[in-house]
């Protein structure tokens, strides 16, 4: 569609979109229900702002992390666009004036977080509004099995049927096809989206998995070896997240911890301090990430062995972000799999989700414990062939001399198939 570059160029500054961005833009422009499924990174929150600007109406941006929302206002706003948001961070000078943006049917862009949805009064404030379209950013939070679920997603799908069947388009970095299928019957409801998925292959990430022998010892010649680097390290427990980031700092290593255990502003504080600081390393639970926009991570090390696959890849994905080379390590041993089958069978979730849950313990097992090519075990489970050697995990020592990051960086991105099914 040609009046999309100029915005593209204008308001946003951009000269052309990322592999697979034009297409879903597009999609969402011309008034099609989308689910979009890219990577972190690959520049999601465009695919639906840019349209915004292109329709007439008013979008719905519903969207899990306040601090985030506030970001992409403020960004919009020096951009020029009429962006607001009505979050509980807001003052009352800002509410009033989102409101009276919303009266004068002047807002392009509407930021709700999602309790507002249970709020009486916005389904009414929302009709009036005249919405042509509900984005529904980080959608596998509509997912009960994720642990990003949040309760207040669900209540989407009844916003749509109040609006008269308003156009959806709905983004995320994970869904395996379980996850693709919940959120497709949660958010769109007897419709069925167009479905973008995208590669998930990220040729720039070092795949390696080590049985924790000291592993201590481990953890620490890794991140000295690293030293002066950013880098997370996620641990099991708040309690650990503290020992390692002390460990760290006695090595002269940069280091914090950081859990949900902190109080809020401790927590922004490291946040902010990861953000800007070069070199610190963050020992961290995995209450550490949805909020984390660096792209100059080099390493992701899990000090204790993940959940599951998508956790797993989630987590390494937040590394080397800018495309350059960035190293992941996974410490496992058979404590880890002790403890996570405990979790799983403490958890309430009714037995045959357990099962699922153990199934996808399961999984990530054997990508610890993969005969050949990383890569090739991971990629296989997000349903992609790839054939190995990757020459970038700790299995494929058989480096293909070939191997040139950027060129692999491009193909990965422009292996995107568009498909009907949901
Ligand atoms: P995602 O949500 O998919 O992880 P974001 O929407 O946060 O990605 O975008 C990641 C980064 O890419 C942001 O800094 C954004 O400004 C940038 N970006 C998005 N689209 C483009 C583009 N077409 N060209 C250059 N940079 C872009
Ligand atoms: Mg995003």
Redesign the pocket.
Known sequence: MSELSPI?RDV?G?????PG?GEVVEAVARGEDVLAI?????????CYQLPALAREGLTVVISPLIALMRDQVRALRTAGVAAGALTSANTEEETEEVFAALDAGTLKLLYLAPERLATAGTERLLRRAGVSLIAV?EAHCVSQWGHDFRPDYLRIGELRDALRDVQIAA?T?TADADTRDEIAARLFGTRTPTVFVQGFDRPNLTLAFQPKNKPRDQLLAFARARKGRSGIIYAGSRNKTEVLAQALRAEGISALHYHAGMEPDARREAEQRFQIEDGLVVCATIAFGMGV?K?DIRYVLHADLPKSIEAYYQEIGRAG?DGDPAETLTLFGPDDIRIRRAQIEEGLAPPDRKQADHARLNDLLALAEAPECRRKTLLAYFGETFEPPCGNCDLCHDTPEQFDATEAVRKALSTIYRTEER
């Open positions: 593209l946003f951009f000269d052309a979109f990322r961005q890219l990577p972190t990174g690959a520049g999601k929150s465009l950013d983004f970095a926009d792209p972000r």
